[in-house]
Structures are given as C-alpha cells and as structure tokens.
C-alpha cells in the first residue's frame, strides 16, 4: 500500500504562485507513474502532469497544453516527494488538486490523459484557490 498526502494548496490572486508537494509512505517502490490531478467544482477529475521514473534514475513529464510553461512537476526521491510548482496561476486552475501514484506505467502510457481508473493510489487533496 502506498500512502499519498498532499500540502500546499491556498489562495492567491491571479498571477501568483504556490508549490504543492505530495509526501509518499508505505510501499514507495510501488510509485513508477506519479500525476497531479484537479477537480474543479461540477467538474470531472484531469490529470494535469506526471512523471515518471526511467530505469537508470531519470524521470520524464508530461503536462496537458493549458499548463504547459507554467507549471513543472518533480520529485525528491530521498524525501519521497513529488512536487507541483505553479507559476502564473489563472483563476481557471481554481481546484482541488490531488496527487496519484501507478506502480507500472512508464514513458508515454504515463501521461496525464489517463483515466483516473488508472491510479489505485490517491491522496485526499489540497485546495487551489485563484482570485480574478
């Protein structure tokens, strides 16, 4: 079993920045694929980036188009950490973000299209609020 909890949500006005981290416990090897996820109000749950590890220790990311050049996602794998730093924040990315972990997909089926059906392992979520 793996553990995911995420900190660092809050409020800011447009333009601004916050950095999310999601502490993993448990069985940490079982964290191959690692995403951010948001759910805004009467919305479906999207993926927003993942990250993957490669074999030699090296990882990979993908981010979905409106979040491109704004926001990176990485990981401490001493701390067992993932991370969100969101830069340039629209009220558009107003929502609860949560952080998932697949213990098997890697490269390209780790992508943050990925139906959340895919991840067996959630946290409970940190909200993001933006003001216009």
């Known amino acids: 079993q793996v553990r995911l909890a995420e900190s660092g949500g809050g409020s800011v006005q447009a333009g601004g920045s916050l950095r999310l981290s999601c502490e993993a416990s448990?069985?940490?090897?079982?964290?191959?694929?690692m995403g951010w996820f948001r759910q805004a109000p009467g919305k479906e749950r999207e993926g927003v980036a993942t990250?993957?590890?490669?074999?030699?220790?090296?990882?990979?990311?993908y981010y979905i188009d409106s979040v491109k050049g704004r926001f990176t996602i990485s990981q401490d794998n001493a701390k067992n950490t993932l991370f969100l730093e969101m830069n340039g924040l629209k009220h558009e990315d107003t929502a609860m973000y949560f952080c998932?972990?697949?213990?098997?997909?890697?490269?390209?089926?780790?992508?943050?299209?990925?139906?959340?059906?895919?991840?067996?392992?959630w946290g409970q979520g940190t909200q993001v609020t933006v003001s216009s």
């Open positions: 998932a972990a697949n213990p098997y997909l890697t490269g390209g089926d780790c992508n943050p299209t990925l139906q959340t059906s895919n991840f067996p392992y």
């Open positions: 448990g069985a940490t090897y079982q964290t191959n694929c």
């Open positions: 990250l993957y590890t490669i074999y030699n220790g090296g990882t990979g990311t």
